[in-house]
């Protein structure tokens, strides 16, 4: 560490340099008034006055990549080179709603687009985030082609892309690894929704970037940009959501000096009650909490920028369980006497309520200190990422030890990530890096699912782009380790497992020493047919190392409600992917097609055990828990997605949008028909949006929208049957409108924003075929099984912007 920040303080002097230039719209060739230019490499940026001008000072000179962004503009963005003294670049504006040509900030390269990359990209801004209802952060993202959402309740979710979830998903949040037992079906993100500027995902080939894991793809996660130098400003965020009242704030103050120094502080809270339906009325257990505070502090200078992010999330959940009396009302957990516990009926007042259940709920604490800095060294520029998270998961299940967990995970990971970039060269970018991570877990509860366990990651890499005027090739190769060590595991004489050794206890799972390493290379190219049509096509190789449960665990998971048992002899999956895409861009038409094949060795799942006889193998009679374990075979996965927009060019008040997503899988080692496919894949679904906008109306009204989405999901008949793993799911269709828009006072200055949204307008009763709670008991009282999904919501968001201008000097 202070060898680095030796090295950054001994940067050679920089011979320093000017760029400026005006931004005209296209057409009209008007100067454009509050258009922002921003240096991603720098993190600097710089607002049109009111000539249209921007100007920067104090630049290293050579190539920089830089952004232009205006809305109802198309976004530009030019690697410009800024010569020893100034530099002079204009830029012209297309209008353009749709903003088509959104940069990629993954670490790939210095400078993509969507449009460029052969590997599938998508993004969301916060602008579309506001402008639809979500109940958590996943939720907001899963209506883009090939995402979806593996959930238990309204709270809990995991990303899924192209039908891989869990350890097959990477998430990032600013450069950073979230590691937060991303295994468990029944976990969450634990970041906080509000704070969250942009999304960005990656269709496949993640591991390149970040080492195991990525064999579904890469979700990434950005906070907004440091403010303008001298700009001190804040704001308010309210939610409220009608159908389990749940009741969202979160407050924002950032500034930049003049000197470069900036800081930004957020803090946020979300209180939810039980969510409703038609058929289960309010489900208890549905309820939860959530505090969030973060804090970024940096400096930005002409060698580059150095910033320190800190945070930490708090969240209480409650478990659904599902367990009804024979009317169909909800039952909990309550203690009877000092060694006895039962189940009673839930009251109304509990399931208007928004208590947690002591007794049933999970308590989540994640803490993350990162420092991230990217400056100019030699002849290109030096990344890099180093952070510590901590990871607090607390599972209570039993009201006779009261405050005792009944698991506790003590999860601590540090990352690091070091990237250098040569500057370009004759349309050449070439990044060589080294990242991985030191992960350790320990077990602090009354009862162990899985050993506590270390390990270590490494990967080397290299990444290369050359661009042409019609062709971008793109690619790179990498190599990683990952070296982990398990505990042993013990059963007492009482059938209760723990890692203390002993001359009464038996060992259940003996440790583990092993190395697993594995190379990964991806290339593809994107070629421009014509102006409007691009060709592009992605061929990589990833793989996942096994993750500690699937290794080790052994135990009663509680939030699962099912036995699980590892398997020490599982191998690492790799994978051999492949994308094929089209896409067709014309000023009032974008079309995008992509097709994919995923083969997948030693594909990991698990599995239910049956005795001798075929029946389930339950571990203790007096609970019916059933036991599944950990198996491996060859599988396939593929599919198609399609996204078309209709947004004339002389009626850009009009938008109309539809997207289908497929995605099909086969288990090749099935031993039966009913076990051909893979669990958990989403349905194929298709949804289309008409949103009409008018820039103004009046003085007061500027940005307003309204929108009419209808989401069809059809009937999911490819599930993994075997050993009643899953069921088939019948197709829905849900309608979901909005509106909005910003409200301004007589200067045009906006006062607030609002965003309206109903979901599922018609109240419609359905089940996500990727919803646990599915399978989570029978309705006696209307013959259903599980638990539905969320019903009518109307989500409401007040924005309102806070400007802290400074005082006039007399």
């Known amino acids: ?121 998508m993004t969301y801004s916060k602008l579309q985030w506001l402008q639809s209802s979500s109940t958590n952060l ?13 959930t238990t309740g309204v709270g809990l979710s995991k990303p899924v892309i192209r039908g891989l979830g869990f350890n097959r998903v990477i998430t990032v949040h600013d450069g950073v690894r979230q590691e937060d037992n991303q295994w468990g079906e029944e976990h969450a993100l634990q970041v906080d929704e509000y704070s969250i500027d942009r999304y960005e995902i990656i269709k496949g080939a993640g591991s390149l970037l970040y080492g195991s894991d990525g064999l579904g793809g890469v979700m990434s996660l950005i906070s907004a940009r440091p403010p303008e130098p001298g700009v001190m400003r804040g704001q308010v965020l309210t939610n409220y959501q009608s159908n389990n009242q749940m009741f969202g704030v979160s407050g924002m103050v950032e500034g930049s ?52 992010y800190v945070s930490n999330f708090h969240q209480d959940i409650n478990i659904v369980t599902g367990e009804r009396d024979r009317l169909g009302r909800f039952q909990k957990l309550v203690r009877l006497t000092n060694e006895t516990e039962g189940l009673v009926t839930v009251s109304d007042d509990e399931l208007r309520g928004r208590a947690i259940n002591p007794a049933n709920y999970q308590s989540l604490n994640h803490m993350k ?62 990044t060589f890096g080294w990242n991985g991570m030191n992960q350790w877990n320990q077990n602090r509860g009354l009862d162990v699912l899985y050993p506590g366990y270390r390990f270590w990651d490494n990967g080397l890499l290299a990444f290369f782009q050359k661009k042409t005027d019609r062709l971008t090739m793109s690619g790179g190769v990498r190599f990683d380790v990952r070296q982990m060590a398990v505990n042993p595991l013990y059963v007492t004489p009482d059938g209760a497992f723990t890692e203390t050794a002993s001359s009464q206890n038996q060992t259940r799972f003996a440790g583990l020493n092993k190395t697993f390493s594995n190379p990964t290379g991806s290339f593809g190219a994107s070629y421009n047919l014509t102006r409007q049509f691009t060709v592009k096509a992605n061929v990589a190789r990833v ?200 409200i301004a006072n007589a200067d045009g200055r906006t006062l607030f924003s609002v965003y309206l949204t109903v979901q599922n307008v018609f109240d419609r009763a359905y089940q996500s075929h990727q919803n646990r709670l599915k399978y989570f008991g029978l309705n006696p009282a209307t013959g259903r099984a599980g638990v539905f999904n969320m019903g009518r919501n109307v989500s409401v968001k007040v924005v309102v912007p806070l400007s802290f201008a400074p005082k006039a000097k007399p």
């Not at 290293?60 to 800024?82: C, F, H, M």
């Not at 996943?138 to 593996?150: T, W």
């Not at 969510?275 to 060698?303: C, I």
């Not at 990344?383 to 999860?411: C, D, H, K, W």
């Open 369 to 430: 200190l990162s420092w991230n800095t990217f400056a100019k060294l030699g002849s290109g520029n030096l990344s890099t990422v180093i952070s510590y998270n901590q990871n607090r998961r607390l599972e209570y299940a039993s009201t006779l030890t009261p405050g005792e967990p009944a698991l506790f995970f003590m999860l601590q990971n540090v990352f690091y990530d070091l990237k250098y970039y040569l500057n370009a060269k004759n349309g050449w970018d070439v």
């Open 1 to 121: 560490m202070y060898k680095l920040l030796l090295v950054l303080c001994l940067v050679p002097n920089l011979v320093l340099a000017q760029l400026n230039g005006i931004i005209t719209d296209k057409n009209t060739r008007e100067p454009l008034i509050g258009a922002t230019v921003y240096l991603r490499e720098l993190k600097k940026g710089a607002v049109t006055d009111v000539n249209g001008h921007y100007r920067f000072s104090n630049l290293p000179a050579g190539y920089q990549a830089v952004e232009v962004r205006l809305v109802g503009y198309q976004t530009v963005n030019r690697k410009v080179k800024i010569g020893s003294d100034s530099s002079t670049v204009n830029f012209a504006l297309e209008t353009d709603s749709r903003q088509l040509q959104e940069v990629v900030v993954t670490g790939l390269t210095t400078g993509a687009t969507v449009k460029e990359s052969p590997i599938p990209i």
């Open 543 to 742: 793989f996942r190392a096994p993750s500690v449960p699937e290794l080790s665990a052994n135990g009663e998971h509680a939030g699962t409600f099912r036995y699980e048992i590892g398997s020490p002899n599982l191998r690492s999956e790799t994978s051999w992917q492949g994308d094929l895409g089209v896409e067709l861009e014309t000023p009032g038409v974008h079309v995008i097609a992509s097709v994919f094949r995923n083969q997948i060795s030693n594909y990991t799942f698990s599995e239910k055990v049956l005795d001798r006889f075929g029946r389930d193998s339950i571990v203790d009679p007096a609970r019916p828990i059933l036991t599944y374990r950990y198996v491996q075979g060859n599988a396939v996965l593929y599919g198609a997605e399609l996204q078309a927009t209709v947004n004339p060019l002389n009626a850009r008040w009009f938008n109309l949008m539809g997207s289908y997503s497929l995605v099909r899988s086969r288990n090749l080692s099935a031993r039966n028909d009913s076990a051909r496919y893979l669990p958990f894949l989403p349905p194929p679904r298709f949804i289309a949006q008409l949103k009409l906008t008018k820039t103004q109306w009046g003085d007061r009204m500027k940005n307003l929208y309204a929108q009419i989405e209808v989401e069809h999901n059809q009937a999911q008949n490819q599930a993994l049957l075997a050993y009643g793993t899953e069921t088939p799911t019948p197709g829905f269709t849900l309608c979901n409108i909005g509106g909005g828009g910003d």
């Open 257 to 308: 000096a003049k000197n470069g120094v900036f800081g930004r502080f957020r803090t946020s809270y979300k209180n939810a009650g039980n969510y409703r339906n038609q058929y289960d009325g309010r489900v208890y257990g549905s309820a939860y909490r959530e505090l969030d505070l973060n804090a970024t502090v940096g400096v930005n200078r002409s060698w580059g920028y150095s910033q320190v």
């Open 138 to 150: 996943v939720d907001a993202v899963v209506k883009l082609p090939g995402m979806s959402q593996i």
